[in-house]
């Protein structure tokens, strides 16, 4: 049944790619005579301004792009996808970056970018608003018709940027960066994904719990997963802060269901949310004996590491497309919690379905992500993944195999959800850098393995969002 269900996919992306095709092709800037960037991307059939900012050495544009609400059937509705276009010059290769959420329309440069000195274009990934069609056909979201955004987007703007291009993102958009290799081999000239979770099978996660019982010191574990259960133990007192707080802020629960259930899901999110963001260093801002602690210290404590916004109506809406990707082919963890006896716990690790509104579908497809992670294991060329030591999305990450060529999976000692190659040790920084660069075409003996633009901390800060989804 499972190669019968392989097959079927495979089959089903065949079919779609053969569909899209002339759409795609038919896709390419017309001649202008000009040389002005602007006038370039104008000229790309679908493509419409929305706005132009300013940034020393740069032009950055903010644009639509007119996508097929389904590209097996493109004649069936479309909808405006919003991109953004930062453009150093044509002579330069370019980088494809998306993080698989809204994107931001602030100039900023991913890593890649900045160490092959290039143009990026960013993608924001279709439903997130504002490029979610209307109405929306939630049954349109998923990993192929993504992958297939990204290369309607890379044909129309290779006749602008002619060099060689590379794909990046970080968490879900290493996933996606990872998903649109697997269905469009041949776009890319290389692959660098940044802490991409790999859930191949949905309903079995013991490398969370794993991770959890061996991450950071014995003593940072202990001090966490004590305020953890103090929460727990709390509830009642804490709960009734939580109402006025959610009254405050005219916060509501009716997706989640109650406000017990959100506060639960807080709360145990907690020592996953302390790990995706912090480092072993912050562990001093845990209080060190929760049970005689404040319920001021054992409230602020979660907030600021979890946050009592995210599981309201309000905090989840933003998300609703993860959450529905989860639901319907991502996967999600779930982990146990042994130093919290079972009477504190109602409801456990919640599945995605619980945060998406009721109204909105769901079937698992099992095969989606065992699809992509064999062919990752036995078709990857010319891809990097890195990842962090003490993060935990890592637990379950790609891993290449034999039938890989030039690719690479790497691990930043001590780092979180905001690995990066500069973390990663001396010879495996320098390995990473010298496969991008080469990957990109602008490798030379007199560069070295170093990044070719220099550093800007406006332009390349790192934009976290506090966030525990992917």
Not at 397 to 409: I, P, Q
Not at 440 to 466: H, N, Y
Request: charge should be negative; charged fraction near 25%; proline fraction near 6%.
């Amino acid at each position: 049944m499972r190669k019968a269900l392989r097959w079927l996919l495979a089959f089903t992306v065949l079919i779609g790619t053969v569909s899209t095709a002339g759409a795609a092709t038919a896709a390419e800037p017309e001649a202008t005579g000009t040389t002005d960037i602007k006038e370039q991307l104008l000229s790309v059939p679908g493509m419409s301004l929305i706005e132009e900012k300013p940034y020393p050495g740069y032009r950055f544009f903010v644009l639509n792009f007119t996508q097929p609400v389904d590209h097996r059937y493109p004649s069936k509705g479309t909808f405006q996808q919003r991109i953004t276009v930062l453009h150093k010059d044509v002579s330069r290769p370019t980088v494809f970056y998306t993080g698989g959420y809204s994107v931001s329309t602030t100039p900023s440069r991913r890593e890649p970018t900045q160490i092959v000195d290039g143009n990026q274009i960013s993608m924001e990934y279709r439903f997130f608003t504002p490029s979610r069609p209307q109405p929306a056909d939630w049954t349109k979201l998923d990993i192929w018709q993504a992958a297939t955004d990204q290369h309607r987007i890379y044909q129309a703007l290779q006749q602008v940027y002619d060099k060689k291009w590379i794909s990046t993102g970080g968490s879900k958009g290493g996933m996606t960066a990872t998903y649109y290799e697997r269905f469009y081999p041949r776009d890319m000239a290389g692959v660098v994904a940044y802490v991409a979770p790999n859930d191949v099978v949905n309903d079995e996660d013991a490398a969370y719990d794993r991770f959890f019982a061996e991450v950071g010191t014995k003593e940072c574990r202990d001090r966490l997963n004590a305020v953890q259960r103090e929460a727990l133990v709390r509830r009642e007192p804490l709960k009734k802060r939580y109402a006025d707080y959610a009254a405050e802020h005219g916060y509501t629960f009716g997706t989640v269901g109650s406000l017990d259930k959100a506060y639960e899901a807080v709360v145990l999110d907690y020592v996953w949310g302390f790990w995706q963001y912090s480092l072993v260093s912050d562990c001093d801002s845990i209080p060190a004996d929760a049970p005689h602690a404040t319920d001021e210290e054992i409230w602020n404590s979660v907030d600021s590491i979890t946050g009592f916004a995210s599981y309201t109506d309000q905090g989840l809406e933003p998300y609703t497309p993860y959450y529905y990707q989860a639901a319907t082919q991502l996967g999600a963890a779930t982990i146990r919690f042994p130093h919290i006896e079972k009477k504190y716990i109602r409801y456990g690790y919640q599945p995605p379905q619980n945060f998406i509104p009721s109204d909105i579908p769901t079937r698992f497809q099992p095969w989606a992500m065992r699809d992509v992670d064999t062919w990752v294991r036995h078709n990857a060329r010319h891809m990097l993944f890195v990842y962090g030591e003490n993060d935990p999305w890592g637990a379950e990450r790609f891993r290449v195999g034999a039938g890989a060529r030039d690719s690479y999976v790497l691990t930043a000692p001590g780092a979180n959800h905001g690995a990066r190659v500069a973390g990663l040790v001396d010879t495996e920084r320098t390995l990473a850098t010298a496969r991008i660069l080469e990957w990109a075409g602008v490798a030379s003996a007199a560069d070295g393995a170093k990044p070719l633009a220099k550093f800007d901390a406006k332009l390349d800060r790192a934009e976290v969002e506090q966030q525990l989804r992917p």
